[in-house]
């Protein structure tokens, strides 16, 4: 796979939001979910629930709105890292560059520090973790069964609601 995050073809597209998909679904935050749509630009091909752009409440103490953020940047995590790996793994079969990776973490270092006030060593142990065990999820072969039937599914689609996600993606909860 090129060292780049940008989509080469419509092919390349479905399996980026199947991956996306799937590390939703594997961080089990497929709640935040709403819609998928493949003829969106690339900012607004998922669609969250409003609860999503949570940005504080006076009310929550300053703890539980720290959690609240910290678990939507693992989602973001979880997704942008399933984009890479599904690419890489199920399309084209092949390892991520290290140039490709190196990327990522430039942007989830950047994501993480504004977002979560995260130092970038705290944000490496993050996304070194979730980056290995995604790496298993996605070399796993029920699992790239999974992502051929779901991205052929959304090419055909073009959109997916949460429960259509959900109806695909729920056998991978069986592996």
């Given at each position: 796979?090129?060292?780049?995050?940008?989509?080469?073809?419509?092919?390349?597209?479905?399996?980026?939001?199947?991956?996306?998909?799937?590390g939703l679904v594997i961080w089990?935050?497929?709640?935040?979910?709403?819609?998928?749509?493949?003829?969106?630009?690339?900012?607004?091909?998922?669609?969250?629930?409003?609860?999503?752009?949570?940005?504080?409440?006076?009310?929550?103490?300053?703890?539980?709105?720290?959690?609240?953020?910290?678990?939507?940047?693992?989602?973001?995590?979880?997704?942008?890292?399933?984009?890479?790996?599904?690419?890489?793994?199920?399309?084209?079969?092949?390892?991520?560059?290290?140039?490709t990776r190196a990327k990522l973490?430039?942007?989830?270092?950047?994501?993480?520090?504004?977002?979560?006030?995260?130092?970038?060593?705290?944000?490496?142990?993050?996304?070194?973790?979730?980056?290995?065990?995604?790496?298993?999820?996605?070399?796993?072969?029920?699992?790239?069964?999974?992502?051929?039937?779901?991205?052929?599914?959304?090419?055909e689609r073009r959109q997916m609601?949460?429960?259509?996600?959900?109806?695909?993606?729920?056998?991978?909860?069986?592996?």
């Amino acid at each position: 796979m090129p060292a780049t995050l940008k989509y080469t073809d419509e092919s390349d597209k479905c399996y980026g939001i199947t991956g996306m998909a799937i590390g939703l679904v594997i961080w089990n935050a497929e709640d935040i979910m709403a819609a998928i749509n493949l003829d969106a630009g690339p900012a607004d091909v998922f669609e969250f629930v409003p609860e999503y752009y949570f940005c504080g409440n006076p009310r929550i103490s300053a703890k539980n709105s720290w959690s609240h953020v910290l678990k939507h940047y693992q989602a973001t995590m979880g997704m942008l890292i399933g984009n890479i790996l599904c690419r890489s793994y199920v399309l084209h079969g092949t390892h991520p560059s290290k140039e490709t990776r190196a990327k990522l973490l430039v942007c989830l270092d950047e994501e993480g520090r504004s977002s979560c006030a995260l130092e970038s060593d705290e944000v490496e142990r993050v996304f070194n973790r979730s980056y290995a065990y995604l790496e298993k999820v996605f070399n796993h072969p029920g699992v790239h069964a999974v992502a051929h039937d779901f991205a052929k599914l959304l090419k055909e689609r073009r959109q997916m609601s949460r429960a259509d996600m959900m109806e695909c993606l729920g056998r991978i909860e069986a592996l």
